[in-house]
């Protein structure tokens, strides 16, 4: 098989038909699936950029037989991607959709022409030109913003691929690391990839407030030492020899989430975001794999390079024809002594004037018809015992425009949540009217500020639960759909995201 990566998590899966498939004979013929194409170079969820930038022509990828969407992030699902790509390629490609996207169907119905759709369910194989495609949702307890990430596994038979995309295997739980060692180290399987996608937007996030050498110093040690806990859980041993890290036959193949600030701002930004590395990464999960006795590959996925895989391993990498990287890794080597601090207003993404009555409406319906039954379901901790720790009282403040702040309490004493002028109280939660409302209009998303400084408060539960896809599928569905309706009048990523730096 083969393997081309195309920078964050889009990659295109290369597998030969199998014998006997309709597509040929062995070694003639293969199904090309792209994965995730973000290839924009601005991300409109969270206002950054993508690194690298590429530029390319669509035949340079083609043929696509199949697209997949692993999840509704628009670091993933790019419909200014998907419009440049239906109208470019000379076959349209299958939609592979997870069924937990299945309710951005007449969106995408709308926008992509003659689109041929294939639904994928949970644990149920289906076949598509010959190969096996299966898609798996991570058995975590643990709500979070992806839980509608499907895993996808593609198997030609004697080969499979399995794109972890921004899931996490609850790999530590023993019946669900057997499942997964199955599919990948079955008895007539000579090659398996497992690749994964390792999120470099924690440390990202941090490292744009730090404001001395110091403090990003501390923030590069304290990123090492969460990458070091986490590659010893991934690697504690496990005496299974059916295990899928005691395959010689599989692959760990890492790559990085590149997210980057828009290349249009001062390029020092690029030297203070990133304290841990994709190589730091797959150095430590080598040593650490090594020391557990486990005898599978590591390697790193390589942007811009078509690697083919033979047993287990990377035989050869190539450049992709056609495709230019504008971006290489110099360009981000952290700097930690790097006299430079962003200097990022405290304001809202729009701070255009609003019908401050109208507003206080949706947020007063907001917070009770969407927050206080998340906090009810969430229960970590349960509702009772959260008030407790704030004397009976929960309070999130509000900011509206230039004028009064209003906090709205939670107590024991109502149904929900009861507005008041703001006090001299402290507030649990703070924000700014307008970003809600553009949540609530699908125009930001979860991670959205990067380029604000929020407004000082301890928590921020809100924005978490407007960030869970399967709780507010309206919410996204407006999102995608305000993009689509963007990309197909011609406009770019970038004429949505840079407005708010320039602010």
Same mark, same amino acid.
């Given at each position: 098989?083969?393997?081309?990566?195309?920078?964050?998590?889009?990659?295109?899966?290369?597998?030969?038909?199998? &014998?006997?498939?309709?597509?040929?004979?062995?070694?003639?013929?293969?199904?090309?699936?792209?994965?995730?194409?973000?290839?924009? $170079?601005?991300?409109?969820? $969270?206002?950054?950029?993508?690194?690298?930038?590429?530029?390319?022509?669509?035949?340079?990828?083609?043929?696509?037989?199949?697209?997949?969407?692993? @999840?509704?992030?628009?670091?993933?699902?790019?419909?200014?991607?998907?419009?440049?790509?239906?109208? &470019?390629?000379?076959?349209?490609?299958?939609?592979?959709?997870?069924?937990?996207?299945?309710?951005?169907?007449?969106?995408?119905?709308?926008?992509?022409?003659?689109?041929?759709?294939?639904?994928?369910?949970?644990?149920?194989?289906?076949? /598509?030109?010959?190969?096996?495609?299966?898609? *798996?949702?991570? %058995?975590?307890?643990?709500?979070?913003?992806?839980?509608?990430?499907?895993?996808?596994?593609?198997?030609?038979?004697? &080969?499979?691929?399995?794109?972890?995309?921004?899931?996490?295997?609850?790999?530590?739980?023993?019946?669900?690391?057997?499942? +997964?060692?199955?599919?990948?180290?079955?008895?007539?399987?000579?090659?398996?990839?497992?690749?994964?996608?390792?999120?470099?937007?924690?440390?990202?996030?941090?490292?744009?407030?730090?404001?001395?050498?110091?403090? #990003?110093?501390?923030?590069?040690?304290?990123?090492?030492?969460?990458?070091?806990?986490?590659?010893?859980?991934?690697?504690?041993?496990?005496?299974?020899?059916?295990?899928?890290?005691?395959?010689?036959?599989?692959?760990?193949?890492?790559?990085?989430?590149?997210?980057?600030?828009?290349?249009?701002?001062?390029?020092?930004?690029?030297?203070?975001?990133?304290?841990?590395?994709? $190589?730091?990464?797959?150095?430590?999960?080598?040593?650490?794999?090594?020391?557990?006795?486990? %005898?599978?590959?590591?390697? #790193?996925?390589?942007?811009?390079? %078509? @690697?083919? +895989?033979?047993?287990?391993?990377?035989?050869?990498?190539?450049?992709?024809?056609?495709?230019?990287?504008? =971006?290489?890794?110099?360009?981000? *080597?952290?700097?930690?002594?790097? =006299?430079?601090?962003?200097?990022?207003?405290?304001?809202?993404?729009?701070?255009?004037?609003?019908?401050?009555?109208?507003?206080?409406?949706? +947020?007063?319906?907001?917070?009770? &018809?969407?927050?206080?039954?998340?906090?009810?379901?969430?229960?970590?901790?349960?509702?009772?015992?959260?008030?407790?720790?704030?004397?009976?009282?929960?309070?999130?403040?509000? @900011?509206?425009?230039?004028?009064?702040?209003? =906090?709205?309490?939670?107590?024991? !004493?109502?149904?929900?949540? *009861?507005?008041?002028?703001?006090?001299?109280?402290?507030?649990?939660?703070?924000?700014?009217?307008?970003?809600?409302? $553009?949540?609530?209009?699908? #125009?930001? !998303?979860?991670?959205?500020?990067?380029?604000?400084?929020?407004?000082?408060?301890?928590?921020?539960?809100?924005?978490?639960?407007?960030?869970?896809?399967?709780? @507010?599928?309206?919410?996204?569905?407006?999102?995608?759909?305000?993009?689509?309706?963007?990309?197909?009048?011609?406009?770019?990523?970038?004429? /949505?995201?840079?407005?708010?730096?320039?602010?």
């Amino acid at each position: 098989m083969k393997i081309t990566g195309l920078g964050h998590s889009c990659v295109l899966l290369d597998l030969p038909s199998p &014998e006997g498939s309709p597509e040929g004979s062995p070694g003639v013929g293969s199904t090309r699936i792209l994965v995730d194409p973000w290839l924009s $170079d601005h991300a409109t969820g $969270d206002g950054m950029g993508r690194f690298p930038r590429l530029r390319f022509a669509v035949e340079a990828l083609g043929p696509v037989h199949a697209v997949f969407i692993s @999840h509704a992030h628009s670091d993933h699902l790019d419909p200014y991607t998907l419009v440049r790509l239906w109208r &470019e390629l000379p076959e349209p490609p299958a939609l592979l959709l997870p069924v937990s996207l299945s309710f951005l169907l007449p969106v995408l119905r709308r926008y992509l022409p003659s689109l041929d759709v294939v639904v994928l369910a949970p644990y149920v194989p289906v076949p /598509f030109r010959g190969l096996e495609l299966l898609g *798996v949702y991570d %058995v975590g307890q643990e709500p979070t913003n992806e839980d509608d990430v499907m895993v996808l596994v593609v198997s030609n038979g004697p &080969e499979v691929v399995l794109v972890e995309a921004d899931a996490r295997l609850s790999l530590e739980q023993p019946e669900f690391r057997a499942y +997964i060692s199955q599919l990948l180290r079955g008895p007539h399987i000579r090659s398996a990839v497992f690749l994964t996608t390792e999120n470099e937007l924690d440390a990202t996030m941090a490292a744009r407030t730090c404001r001395t050498p110091a403090e #990003r110093q501390a923030l590069r040690e304290e990123g090492l030492n969460q990458l070091l806990e986490a590659v010893h859980e991934l690697y504690s041993p496990w005496e299974d020899p059916d295990d899928l890290w005691h395959g010689t036959q599989v692959l760990r193949l890492v790559h990085g989430q590149g997210l980057a600030a828009p290349a249009e701002l001062d390029p020092r930004w690029q030297h203070v975001l990133f304290p841990v590395r994709i $190589d730091d990464r797959v150095e430590e999960e080598r040593a650490a794999a090594q020391r557990a006795g486990f %005898v599978h590959g590591i390697d #790193r996925l390589t942007d811009g390079q %078509v @690697h083919r +895989i033979v047993a287990g391993r990377v035989a050869s990498r190539e450049p992709v024809v056609g495709l230019t990287l504008l =971006d290489d890794e110099e360009r981000r *080597v952290f700097r930690a002594e790097l =006299d430079f601090a962003p200097e990022l207003p405290c304001a809202p993404l729009y701070d255009d004037p609003r019908d401050v009555e109208a507003q206080r409406a949706r +947020i007063q319906a907001l917070l009770d &018809e969407r927050f206080l039954p998340y906090l009810h379901g969430l229960r970590a901790p349960p509702v009772l015992h959260l008030l407790a720790a704030y004397d009976g009282a929960y309070r999130i403040r509000v @900011h509206y425009g230039s004028g009064d702040a209003f =906090d709205y309490v939670l107590g024991f !004493d109502a149904r929900g949540f *009861v507005e008041q002028l703001a006090t001299e109280a402290e507030p649990q939660e703070a924000y700014w009217a307008n970003d809600l409302e $553009d949540f609530l209009d699908g #125009r930001c !998303d979860e991670f959205s500020p990067f380029c604000r400084t929020q407004l000082p408060a301890e928590a921020m539960q809100l924005w978490s639960c407007l960030a869970m896809p399967l709780l @507010h599928s309206d919410l996204v569905a407006r999102r995608v759909a305000l993009h689509f309706e963007r990309a197909e009048a011609g406009l770019t990523p970038g004429s /949505f995201v840079m407005p708010r730096y320039e602010a």
